[in-house]
């Protein structure tokens, strides 16, 4: 008569002890399956490892020697100083892979200078901004429609050229929504074809950075012009972008840029580059110049 019972109860301990490992075992298990972030690498390895993409005179990769040069190489290098860590050039970032590269943890940031832009930051970060420059409109030289109206551009008769996914196709859908767009692949479009398809009277207008439309006119003298507006179509803010879970990453980026901004290092840096680009590398202000 009091087997029974007991065989239940040494039945349902043995039942208890399973569920009590199941649950305790729970956590390692977990633990094993959550990805390591790319802060955390960078902690535990001491080395940033850092995408980059050939663009004069932000970042440049001499052919013949690799030499890696430019105002984010020697930014970055300099967030290293300060920061006790090391710096990896692991790898060459096409464009279209930027956000695969980032959030797959091939690299752990773009540190060659990119763009923010609210499409972008759906799936990145961005840090703050390094310096500024001017987006511009470029014509041909010899074309007189947009002289004394730059509006003008805004005309079913004028034909604007970009590039697929960058900021040229956003600066014609908002602007200039009613002038024709002729669009170029992203993989395939560089801005001195863009300007190229302008100067061939393939289109009218293309919108760009103010580098490379100096870079293009210095190498194509007599083609194009920019079109001048009271304000730059855009300040297009350069940073250095991390992935979309990363925010530990980006707030170390923010800190040590706003220490070399502050300290004067990056205005030196700057400098540097303006005597060949005049008036295109606007400066961010330093912290404790900002208003409240």
Same mark, same amino acid.
Request: net charge negative.
């Given at each position: 008569?009091?087997?029974?019972?007991?065989?239940?109860?040494?039945?349902?301990?043995?039942?208890?002890?399973?569920?009590?490992?199941?649950?305790?075992?729970?956590?390692?298990?977990?633990?094993?399956?959550?990805?390591?972030?790319?802060?955390?690498?960078?902690?535990?390895?001491?080395?940033?490892?850092? !995408?980059?993409?050939?663009?004069?005179?932000?970042?440049?990769?001499?052919?013949?020697?690799?030499?890696?040069?430019?105002?984010?190489?020697?930014?970055?290098?300099?967030?290293?100083?300060?920061?006790?860590?090391?710096?990896?050039?692991?790898?060459?970032?096409?464009?279209?892979?930027?956000?695969?590269?980032?959030?797959?943890?091939? #690299?752990?940031?773009?540190?060659?200078?990119?763009?923010?832009?609210?499409?972008?930051?759906?799936?990145?970060?961005?840090?703050?901004?390094?310096?500024? #420059?001017?987006?511009?409109?470029?014509?041909?030289?010899?074309?007189?429609?947009?002289?004394?109206?730059?509006?003008?551009?805004?005309?079913?008769?004028?034909?604007?050229?970009?590039?697929? *996914?960058?900021?040229?196709?956003? #600066?014609?859908n908002s602007d200039f929504p009613r002038a024709?767009?002729?669009? /170029?692949?992203?993989?395939? !479009?560089?801005?001195?074809? /863009?300007?190229?398809?302008?100067?061939?009277?393939? *289109?009218?207008?293309?919108?760009?950075?103010?580098?490379?439309?100096?870079?293009?006119?210095?190498?194509?003298? *007599?083609?194009?012009?920019?079109?001048?507006?009271?304000?730059?179509?855009?300040?297009?803010?350069?940073?250095?972008?991390? !992935?979309?879970?990363?925010?530990?990453?980006?707030?170390?980026?923010?800190?040590?840029?706003?220490?070399?901004?502050?300290?004067?290092? #990056?205005?030196?840096?700057?400098?540097?580059?303006?005597?060949?680009?005049?008036?295109?590398?606007?400066?961010?202000?330093?912290?404790?110049?900002?208003?409240?």
């Amino acid at each position: 008569l009091h087997s029974f019972p007991t065989r239940r109860s040494s039945d349902l301990k043995n039942i208890l002890l399973v569920l009590l490992f199941f649950f305790t075992a729970l956590p390692a298990f977990a633990a094993d399956d959550v990805k390591e972030s790319a802060y955390d690498r960078v902690m535990r390895t001491g080395t940033i490892r850092c !995408g980059y993409w050939d663009w004069e005179p932000f970042f440049r990769v001499d052919a013949a020697t690799h030499e890696m040069t430019g105002i984010f190489r020697q930014v970055t290098d300099e967030i290293a100083r300060v920061s006790g860590l090391k710096v990896e050039w692991s790898s060459e970032v096409q464009f279209a892979q930027l956000v695969t590269d980032l959030n797959s943890g091939k #690299i752990d940031a773009v540190c060659a200078g990119v763009w923010p832009s609210a499409t972008r930051a759906k799936y990145i970060r961005f840090s703050d901004a390094v310096f500024f #420059i001017p987006m511009n409109a470029y014509k041909r030289a010899n074309d007189t429609r947009f002289d004394r109206r730059p509006d003008d551009i805004n005309q079913p008769s004028v034909s604007t050229v970009a590039i697929d *996914g960058e900021m040229s196709v956003e #600066i014609h859908n908002s602007d200039f929504p009613r002038a024709k767009l002729l669009s /170029m692949p992203q993989l395939a !479009g560089t801005a001195a074809e /863009m300007l190229m398809n302008v100067a061939t009277g393939k *289109g009218d207008v293309a919108f760009t950075d103010a580098i490379q439309g100096a870079q293009f006119m210095e190498s194509n003298p *007599g083609k194009v012009k920019p079109i001048k507006f009271d304000i730059p179509l855009r300040m297009m803010p350069n940073t250095i972008a991390v !992935g979309g879970n990363e925010e530990r990453l980006q707030y170390f980026f923010n800190e040590s840029l706003r220490e070399l901004q502050d300290s004067g290092v #990056i205005e030196k840096l700057l400098a540097a580059h303006d005597k060949q680009y005049p008036g295109v590398l606007i400066r961010i202000a330093k912290s404790y110049e900002e208003k409240p």
